[in-house]
């Protein structure tokens, strides 16, 4: 048997806690370093005469290739985190509505604490 | 001297090297890349039309001029391959953006940049993660339970991955800034020491000068970390990146290679111009070594986390999928 009544409600909280606030400040760390970097933009610091050392980018295609799935992870990471954030509140939501109690307890909560 | 004024280097040794051969087949300086014969030197002594006295034609003195010049006419070729090396100032906004990405993926008590030991502060913001783990250790569905294992519980050696990935890429671009730094300093030393050996061959002693390729130190080798596996602290991969000398200073974190060295010493502008082709040679070789470790280690990089991508980023949970005909049964009830 699950909690119920103002147990619930504060159970409810947690998700829309972390749901609205923990997930979301989290993701936009992982989108700002996604974003905030880009491997294209290092490309004309690679260029060079083609007779000087690996051609005429050199490393850039192996370190590019590297930066590039560094920028992917960081952005999949992000992505997932805010989405389940959604669910998490879909579900406080939804359980809340279950139960007068519950709902009391989980918009008293989220007027106090945000 | 420095490194933007290569092309004028080479020109200054292309002269004084013809101005040294010149001299010595009988010719004299009269302007700015003019030279005359001399009216009585060795066999050229006569009745030159318009100078004193040489017996030479004008189609002789521009065979002779032919001549000495093409025994130089590659050397500003070898100089202008290197005006355009990279400048390792551009490297910097790179660096920057990623040593931004590794302060927002510090955690816990804090990372330690393994290219260069510099401590990083904790992104505070990611203990968010540990407050929501006890959120959902209350939930029973599947969903839920298989969220806190698999996100949640392994997000703190994720990170730890992704910021010393983001560290490892980072240290590459350290890397190739330390290397043009090197590159663009080697060059110019040897044209310098190219210039001054020329104006030393008629100097009493042996001409002797020597070079140091300190562009095959500039790409150092660190020592290797492990990234680790989910929850624990096996090492499920072990890699050593590449670090700049130039960031990682004195610190003995790498392996810095002794800068080869090559003797050179001549007493004709043949010979000296013949030691500076090979200490060209020789420092591009250095040059094409130092980028390869570079260019090797991100193909390594890249393959460690091709092959372990589960190391880098959780797999997409199911609950990020949940809508409201399933987010009861993904979540359960909370106990």
Request: contains cysteine; hydrophobic residues 40%.
């Amino acid at each position: 048997m699950g909690d119920t009544g103002t147990e619930l409600g504060v159970d409810c909280y947690e998700l829309y806690d972390a749901g609205h606030n923990l997930y979301p400040a989290i993701a936009s760390e992982f989108d700002a370093c996604a974003t905030g970097f880009s491997a294209s933009s290092s490309y004309n610091a690679f260029v060079r005469d083609s007779s000087i050392g690996l051609g005429y980018s050199g490393a850039y295609t192996e370190w590019s290739a590297a930066a590039n799935t560094l920028d992917n992870v960081l952005a999949e990471t992000g992505r997932n985190l805010r989405d389940t954030g959604q669910a998490l509140m879909l579900a406080a939501n939804t359980y809340a509505a279950t139960d007068a109690a519950a709902q009391a307890e989980y918009d008293r909560r989220k007027r106090e604490l945000g | 001297m420095s490194f933007e004024e290569l092309s004028a280097h080479a020109q200054e040794i292309v002269e004084k090297a013809m101005e040294w051969d010149l001299e010595r087949m009988g010719y004299m300086k009269v302007g700015d890349n003019e030279w005359m014969p001399r009216s009585s030197y060795g066999g050229r002594a006569g009745q030159y039309p318009g100078y004193g006295g040489s017996t030479m034609t004008q189609s002789e003195v521009d065979a002779d001029m032919a001549e000495v010049s093409g025994r130089y006419d590659d050397v500003p070729g070898l100089f202008d391959a290197f005006s355009s090396l990279p400048d390792p100032a551009s490297f910097d906004a790179g660096i920057d953006d990623l040593t931004a990405a590794l302060g927002k993926l510090s955690q816990g008590s804090g990372g330690e940049d393994p290219t260069n030991g510099s401590p990083t502060p904790a992104n505070t913001i990611l203990d968010g993660m540990d407050t929501s783990q006890d959120y959902l250790a209350r939930w029973t569905g599947i969903a839920a339970a298989q969220f806190k294992e698999n996100f949640v519980d392994t997000f703190e050696s994720i990170t730890t991955n992704q910021f010393l990935l983001t560290s490892y890429i980072k240290g590459a671009l350290e890397a190739e800034k330390s290397l043009w730094d090197a590159a663009r300093r080697n060059i110019d030393e040897i044209a310098e020491d190219t210039i001054t050996a020329l104006e030393e061959m008629g100097d009493c002693g042996k001409n002797e000068w020597s070079m140091a390729f300190s562009v095959a130190g500039a790409v150092v080798a660190l020592v290797a970390v492990p990234f680790t596996a989910g929850g624990s602290l096996v090492a499920a991969a072990t890699f050593a990146g590449v670090g700049g000398a130039l960031s990682i200073g004195g610190a003995a974190v790498g392996n810095m290679e002794d800068a080869p060295e090559l003797d050179m010493s001549g007493e004709s502008p043949e010979a000296v111009i013949g030691n500076m082709r090979e200490a060209i040679t020789k420092l591009k070789d250095e040059i094409s070594k130092a980028e390869q470790k570079i260019a090797d280690k991100m193909t390594e990089l890249q393959g460690i986390v091709d092959g372990h991508r589960e190391l880098f980023v959780a797999p997409r949970p199911n609950l990020a999928d949940s809508g409201p005909g399933d987010i009861r049964e993904d979540m359960g009830v909370p106990r």
